[in-house]
C-alpha cells in the first residue's frame, strides 16, 4: 500500500473509499478483517492499473559535475497519462581519470563550499555525509552537509553517493542499475553469447593496462607520462576501475624521451620595457642563434645556422600621443634685496608628438591645476632688532661636598652631590627678566613660595632648602623663567665617602707642600698600591676659591692582551678646597693637562688566523645541480710572524675563516644510475619479472649524490619476461591413486593432479 500511497492525491475519491474499506477492516473480527483486506488489495490494483501513465523517451546525458576524480552526468525523462512507475532521471559515472594534483579530501571540499563569513571544517565524517563545525566556535555549533555527488562511499567501492545516499553503479555505468556482467563479460547478458575460448578466472580477465603519451617535444630530450586504465583482456574493453585489485594499481609515472635531433634555432629574450610611456617609443630584445648539444645544454653559434626569417629585434611601442601637461621654467631672483619681495616663471602648456616633438598649445588642453607663476621670498632684514628676551646663565659644573657647612650656594645648570641635613640655596640669574616672575618645579611638581615651608621660593627667584632630606630632597629642580628654563640635579652621598675623599684631597694637599715645582704634571707612575692620581698645582701655596687643578683616575686595562694597544683614563679640572670639590671646565686649570691615553704592550706573540686560496670549482665535490663546492685550509700563526705555527684553540673561534663555500658549475648533473638486470623469476611459472637496482649518481666522478635526482624522471625498475619451460614432477599424493584408476576419475583435473604418477601411466598403457 505505501507503494500506491505515493502515487494519488490523499484527498482522490477513489483513495477516500479505500481508506474508509481499511477503517473498517480494523473494527471487524480476523475472518471478516481478512476478506475485507483481500478486496481491498484487489481494489488497489485495479486502481493502479487504470491510473498508471507512461513514460517519454529519455533525453541527452548533460556536461559531467566534474573534469576528474570521477563526477557523475544525468538524463530526465517525462511522465504522461497519469503518475508513472519509477524514477525521472538517470545518473551515470563520467570523468573517472585521476586528478593531476588531488589534495582536497570530499569531506573538506563539503565543509567548504557551506564556508561563508564563518569557516567550516568536517568534525565526523559518515558513508555520504559529514558533520561541519565552525572553526571560530560561533552558533550554530554543527551542520550536515551531503558530499557532492559523484563521491565513492568508501576508498575502493564500486557505490557512489547520490543526494546523501549511497547507491551501486551497475556494469553499465548508471548509478542504482542492477546490470552485472555475466560469465562471457557481457553487460547484463545471460551467460549464453560467450567466444569459444578457454574458460578464464574472474581474477583474471580485469588487468590494469599502462599507456604511454606522446613525447613533450617534436624534437630533442623530453617527457613521457603514463596514463593508467581498467581493461577486460577478455574481450579488449576498458571498463570501470574498481574492476581491477586496487592493491596491484601502478602509479602513474614520467619518463624521457629523444626524438629527431633538434638543429640549430633561435633564441630570443623578453621584450624589454618601453623607451616612453606615450608619443612613440622602441622596445628591445636578444636574438641569439643557439644549437642544443646535450639534455638542456645549448651552444650559441653563428647566426647564419639558423633558419630564415630572423625574430624582430626590435618594434614600436606607446605610439598614441601624449596628454598635454604643465611645465614651468626655473624661478627668476628675488625682487627685494631684504625683507619680502616676489619670484616669477614661465608656466606652459605642452603637448609631446611622436618622437619626443614637444609643441606649446592652448592652456585649455591642460589637466589639473595651473601651477602658480609666482611666490613671496624673503631676504635677511633691513634693520636689525634687539633682542629682549630672558636668558638664565648657567653653571656647567659638579659640586661635590665633603664637609658640613653653615649654607651652600649653588648657581643653576649644577650638579650637587651633598650630605644629609644640610641648607642649600640655588641661585637662578636672569637677564631681561623680573626675578620675581620665576617659579621653580621639583620633579615636574610646583614648588611652594611660602617660607613656613623647608623647600620654597624666595621673592628673587632663589631656591632655598633647609637641613636636606635624602628620601624627600634627591631630584631634578627646574628653574622657569618665561619661556627660559634650567636645570639642577641634587644627589647625596654618605658621611663614609665623604672622609674618604678629604683624605685623597688631604693627600694631594701634603704631595703639593712637599714638590717645589708643582707646576709641572707629575710622572705618570706613582709606587705604592694606591690609585695612580696625577695633580697639577699651582705654585701658590694658598688655596683660593679659583685655583683648580687636575685630577686623574687610574689607567684602563690595555685594549689587547698582546701586541701593541692603549689604555685610556678619565683627567678633569677640579677646584679644591677642604669642604667641597667643584668639577670645572679645563680652562680654568693653568697648567698643562696630563696624558687620557697612552700606549701599551702585552703579550708580543699574537695568534691569528691566517687562510690559503680557495680550491678548483671542480667536478669532485658536487653539491646541487649546477652547484660545487670550494674549500681551503687556514691555520692559526702569530701576527707579526707566518711561519710560527699555533695550535687551533689558542686562535678565537668567533673569528675562524670559512673553509667551504659554493660554487657554480655546470657540469654538476645528478642522473640515475641502474644495476643489470635479474635474472627471470619465478623460474618454473607461466610469467615472470625481471628487476634492477636504482641508485642517485653525479654523471662525472660517479659519487652518491642523495636526493638530487628527485625531481627527475625515474626508469623502469621492472619488466615482464617469458622464464624457461621447466618439467612438471609427476608423483602420487595420495595412498587411494589406485582406486582412482579403477573408477575412471582421471579424465577429472582435480584427480590427474592428485594421482599424477597413476593417471599418467594409465594414459600410456
Known sequence: ??????????????????????????????????????????????????????????????????????????????????????????????????????????????????????????????????????????????????????????????????????LKLGCDGIVGSSKVVDD??????????????????????????????????????????????????????????????????????????????????????????????????????????????????????????????????ERPCNIQFCPSNWQTGPWTQCSATCDVGVQGRPVYCMKTFVRGIKVNVSDSECMGLKPQNSRPCSQPPCFKMLSFSPHIKQDNSTFIQLKKS?????????????????????????????????????????????????VYVTSKGALKIKRTDVSQDTGIYTCIAGMESGNVVIEFQSKLIARQKAKKIKKIMSNKSNNEILNIPQSDIIPGRGPQNIIALPRDTKHSKDSAVYITSDWSKCSRTCGHGFQTRKVTCNVVTDKYIRIVADKQCREVKPENHRVCKGNPYCPVWRDGAWSECSVKICKFDGIAVQTREIHCSVENNQSITLPPNKCDRKFRPQT??????????AIWKTSKWTSCKPRCAKNGKKTRMLSCVWKHNKKQAQYNCKSK?????????????????????????????????CRYRTFRDRCCATCTNSVLT
Open 1 to 166: 500500500m505505501p507503494m500506491v500511497f505515493k502515487y494519488f492525491d490523499i484527498c482522490n475519491s477513489e483513495f477516500v473509499i479505500l481508506w474508509i474499506l481499511l477503517f473498517i477492516a480494523l473494527q471487524m473480527d480476523t475472518s471478516t478483517r481478512h476478506t475485507i483486506c483481500v478486496v481491498t488489495a484487489w481494489l488497489l490494483a485495479i486502481v493502479e492499473l487504470t491510473f498508471a501513465g507512461s513514460w517519454y523517451n529519455w533525453g541527452g546525458w548533460n556536461e559531467c559535475s566534474r573534469s576528474c576524480n570521477g563526477g557523475l552526468s544525468n538524463r530526465r525523462r517525462m511522465c504522461y497519462g497519469g503518475n508513472c512507475i519509477g524514477n525521472d532521471i538517470q545518473y551515470r559515472l563520467c570523468n573517472t581519470r585521476k586528478c593531476p594534483s588531488d589534495d582536497l579530501m570530499p569531506e573538506y571540499e563539503a565543509c567548504q563550499s557551506y564556508s561563508g563569513i564563518t569557516e567550516w571544517i568536517p568534525r565526523q565524517k559518515y558513508q555520504c555525509s559529514v558533520s561541519c563545525v565552525g572553526k571560530t566556535k560561533q552558533i550554530p555549533d554543527m551542520i550536515s552537509i551531503n558530499l557532492a555527488d559523484g563521491t565513492k562511499c568508501s576508498k575502493h567501492s564500486s557505490h557512489y553517493c547520490i543526494n546523501g545516499k549511497c
Open 184 to 313: 562471457c563479460g557481457i553487460c547484463d547478458g545471460d551467460g549464453t553469447h560467450c567466444q569459444e575460448r578457454k574458460p578464464t578466472q574472474d581474477k583474471h580477465v580485469y588487468q590494469w593496462d599502462v599507456q604511454w603519451t606522446f613525447c613533450s617535444v617534436s624534437c630533442g630530450t623530453g617527457f613521457q607520462t603514463s596514463r593508467v586504465s581498467c581493461w577486460n583482456i577478455k574481450y579488449s574493453q576498458q571498463v570501470p576501475e574498481f574492476y581491477c585489485n586496487y592493491k596491484t594499481q601502478p602509479t602513474e609515472s614520467k619518463r624521457e624521451c629523444s626524438s629527431a635531433t633538434c638543429g640549430p634555432q633561435w633564441k630570443t629574450s623578453l621584450w624589454q620595457s618601453c623607451s616612453v610611456q606615450c608619443g612613440g617609443g622602441f622596445q628591445r630584445r636578444k636574438i641569439t642563434c643557439v644549437h642544443t648539444t646535450g639534455r638542456y645544454k645549448t651552444l650559441e653559434v653563428s647566426s647564419y645556422r639558423c633558419p630564415d626569417p630572423i625574430p624582430p629585434s
Open 406 to 454: 653653615k649654607t651652600i650656594r649653588l648657581k643653576i645648570g649644577v650638579k650637587a652631590i651633598l650630605l644629609s641635613r644640610q641648607s642649600v640655596k640655588i641661585e637662578c640669574p636672569v637677564d631681561n627678566f623680573d626675578t620675581s616672575l620665576i617659579f621653580w618645579t621639583k620633579n615636574n611638581r610646583l614648588v611652594s613660595t611660602s617660607i613656613f615651608n623647608r
Open 660 to 669: 667551504h663555500r659554493q660554487c657554480i658549475n655546470e657540469e654538476c648533473e
Open 713 to 745: 624522471p625515474k626508469p623502469l625498475l621492472r619488466k615482464v619476461c617469458r622464464p624457461k619451460h621447466c618439467k612438471r614432477k609427476c608423483f602420487d599424493m595420495s595412498r587411494y591413486c589406485s582406486i582412482t584408476k579403477l573408477l575412471n576419475m
